[in-house]
């Protein structure tokens, strides 16, 4: 079905200049590279999983943590996708009611 990995959007950037963990400026650097868990299918993890983790599918560039390369993403069963998809609706607010 796909593989369960963490990835974020974007390739690895600059820190910004740091003016404290509480600044805006940092807040959002720390938002935008944390590695989030998603599924992937086989064919992106194969161009996902290189030497540095970085790769560009679709016209965007992402970047997969180095504990979800070398081969070591976990395999999902259908029954286990499904599972996952319905926690992080859950997670989300979001529900099947529409």
Partial sequence: MGLRVLVTAGGPGPVP???GPNS???????EETTFRPAVVCS????????????AEIGGQTFNLAGSSRGDRARAMTEPQYREWQRKEAERLGLNDAG
Avoid: I, P, Q, W
């Fill in 43 to 54: 064919a992106c993890y194969l161009t996902l999983d290189n030497r540095v983790g970085v």
């Fill in 17 to 19: 200049e740091h003016r």
């Fill in 24 to 30: 805006a400026a940092y807040k959002s650097y720390r």
